[in-house]
């Protein structure tokens, strides 16, 4: 157990759907980190947030929005589904919002039929 | 802009022989750089990363990785593979003087190892 837990870790839904991915970060950190999981496209990199405040922002679509709340625990949402957002979404946390080690959670398998 | 590239998506090795797993960065500033592993149905885990000082950096479970800046390469090794390191392996890069700390992976290797 890593100490960063994701929910759901399958979701089954159909297109134009919406979801909301949940993610606790480990004890002790404030960043968390969203990254997406496909076979086509690698391991690509979504969004940052750093106690509360968007740090970065990577290949996010528009369809698809963060937050963090005051307890450091991040959501994920993801709207107007389509196929190709099927994937494995990861959260991860660190400690700073620097450099550092990511500790990644599970992760939730989403397939959109 | 930074990109981190892994040389070769699949490696197969048999049991005891030495794993070889490659990665090159390219960024104009030498980064922090990471790697990772990935067991089926689990998230990544740290394996080792490089940050300043020795270039030669150990990690868990027997594995190595020699930062060397000429080539701008980190490639990852282990003496003698064992069935259990069967799995996914990431390079990643993150740059140190940045605010918006985020890590740049690589596609991925994925280690097989035979009988």
């Known amino acids: 157990d890593s100490g960063v837990t994701q929910t759901p870790k399958h979701l089954i839904t159909a297109t134009g759907q919406r979801v909301t991915l949940r993610c606790s970060p480990r004890s002790g950190d404030l960043s968390v980190y969203w990254y997406q999981q496909s076979l086509d496209q690698g391991l690509q990199f979504l969004i940052q947030y750093y106690n509360g405040e968007e740090r970065a922002k990577g290949n996010i679509l528009e369809r698809f929005s963060a937050q963090q709340f005051p307890d450091l625990h991040s959501e994920l949402n993801l709207s107007s589904l389509e196929l190709g957002d099927s994937a494995l979404y990861f959260c991860?946390?660190?400690?700073?919002?620097?450099?550092?080690?990511?500790?990644f959670g599970a992760g939730s398998r989403l397939t959109v039929l | 802009a930074q990109s981190v590239t892994q040389l070769g998506s699949h490696v197969s090795v048999s049991e005891g022989a030495l794993v070889l797993l490659r990665c090159n960065y390219s960024?104009?500033?030498?980064?922090?750089l990471f790697w990772y592993v990935q067991y089926p149905n689990q998230g990544l885990q740290l394996l080792l990363k490089y940050t300043t000082g020795a270039t030669l950096v150990k990690g868990i479970n027997g594995f190595e990785a020699e930062f060397k800046k000429s080539e701008t390469s980190f490639h990852l090794t282990k003496p003698s593979a064992h069935m259990s390191d069967a799995a996914e392996y990431f390079c990643a890069a993150e740059l140190y003087n940045t605010n918006a700390g985020k890590s740049t992976f690589g596609d991925g290797t994925t280690l097989t190892v035979k009988p």
């Open positions: 991860a946390s660190s400690v700073t919002s620097g450099a550092n080690v990511l500790t």
């Open positions: 960024s104009s500033v030498p980064p922090y």
